[in-house]
Each structure stands twice: as structure tokens, then as C-alpha cells.
């Protein structure tokens, strides 16, 4: 019997694809059939708004930026987010009048620095490099404003609700499991919604 694998991003969008009653592919790699564009769309675009989040496996807590002979400190290309670790400087990121995002120090007014700088890092990861619970709830959820936009049906996304919430648990208690801690303190409406629901 073979073994059970995380989902894929074939896999997710196949089950976005099945939401709306569309035949199943076999790649992702041939363009021009448009429902399946639009859902690779809306599953990076949920990926990326799941990740903002900020869970244990996509951040750094303490991370280094180095600047460089002018002292400028590049953005990384996948970080969605930065945060000073250090409580009495703010940072932030902002466009370089050269025209590339820079780290900007909004405590001095300026995009110098003149040692390396310790941030919390959150990271923007594909789909394939998350663990399963995240990969998961960001199908489902995906998959159920795939669902609305091209059908609407309410009876559906009343069930598709009830999986994304099942799944944002299974989440969260993966990010508890990591982190120690009770994480539904941070999503007041969400825990509202679980809270209201039994299982």
C-alpha cells in the first residue's frame, strides 16, 4: 500500500476544480484553461494571506540583516513581513528613492545603518513547503471562495465553512504543539466562531 503524502498543488487544485463540477488535470504546467489559471491564482493568493499570519514554521524569531557598503539593507524576496526585535526601534520596509524596497529605521528617519540589524522575520513559502495542516486549511479555504465566486451556492459553502474551520483548528494546534502556546488569543473572531460550534 503506498504511503499517504502532504497535498500537492496539483492535488488542491483539483479540489477546487471538483467544487464547481470541472474535470480533473494532470499538470499544472500547460496554460490557457482558464478555470485552472484562475484557481492557481486564488490558491497562491490564500497561501500568501494564510502566511501572514506568522506561524512557527514560517518565521524567524531572531533573524540578521546585514547592510551593505552604503549601508542599505535589502528586503529579502519572500519576506512578507519584518519586525524589529529590538522594542525601541521601529522598522519598517520602504521603498529606496533608488527604487528597491529597503529597510527604513522610522525611530532615526533613515535608510542607513551602520551595523546589522536583528528582526522577526515572516516568510512568503510556496504551497509545496508548508506542512500539511497549513496546506490543508489553505486548500479548503481557497477552494470554498473558488466555490462562491464561480457557483455561489450557499448550501456548499455552509459546508465548505464547517471544513475551514475544522481545518483552521487542526492548524492552530499544530502551531500550539510548536510554540507552547494558545495562539486563539490572537484570532478573537475566528475563536469566537469555533467557540460556537461543537465538533
Known amino acids: 500500500m503506498p504511503d499517504i503524502t502532504p497535498t500537492t498543488e496539483l492535488e488542491a487544485v483539483n479540489e477546487m476544480l471538483a467544487s464547481i463540477g470541472q474535470a480533473p488535470v494532470n499538470t499544472l504546467a500547460v496554460t490557457g484553461i ?7 491564482q486564488r490558491l497562491a493568493s490564500q497561501t500568501r494571506k494564510v502566511l501572514l499570519h506568522g506561524f512557527a514554521f514560517n518565521t524567524d524569531d531572531k533573524y540578521t540583516l546585514n547592510p551593505d557598503i552604503d549601508g542599505l539593507i535589502a528586503i529579502p524576496s519572500n519576506a512578507l513581513g519584518i519586525e524589529s526585535t529590538n522594542p525601541t ?4 520596509q520602504r521603498r529606496h528613492p533608488g527604487g528597491v524596497m529597503r529597510l527604513y529605521n522610522r525611530t532615526a528617519g533613515a535608510f542607513e545603518f551602520t551595523t546589522p540589524v536583528e ?21 479548503i479555504s481557497a477552494g470554498r471562495r473558488f466555490q462562491s465566486k464561480f457557483i455561489g451556492s450557499q448550501i456548499l459553502d455552509r459546508f ?4 475551514e474551520i475544522r481545518a483552521w483548528v487542526l492548524l492552530q494546534r499544530e502551531e ?3 510554540r507552547k502556546t494558545n495562539l486563539f488569543r490572537g484570532n478573537a473572531s475566528m475563536a469566537s466562531r469555533i467557540n460556537n460550534r461543537s465538533y
Open 34 to 40: 482558464s478555470d485552472v489559471n484562475i484557481a492557481k
Open 89 to 92: 526601534i521601529e522598522l519598517v
Open 119 to 139: 528582526v522577526e522575520v515572516v516568510w512568503g513559502f510556496t504551497f509545496e513547503d508548508l506542512p500539511e495542516a497549513a496546506r490543508s486549511y489553505i486548500a
Open 160 to 163: 465548505e465553512e464547517d471544513d
Open 176 to 178: 500550539r504543539r510548536t
